[in-house]
């Protein structure tokens, strides 16, 4: 089953993230939010990490009005 998950919390500390995927195995598309590298590297490689690469997207399209 392949799913998209939103899950929401008030701030940006890494409690809520680590807390959701605590028993998670597979991968996290997401951005460059410092913790999701944190929640992977914890997870005994159970865990991969892939950007969107929406930002890197935007710095070529920036790059371009140059």
Known sequence: VKLNVFDF???????GPELFFEKYTGTILGDCWHGFGSIAAASDGSIMRAACNSHARRKFEDATDY
């Open 9 to 15: 919390t008030v701030s940006r500390h890494r409690d």
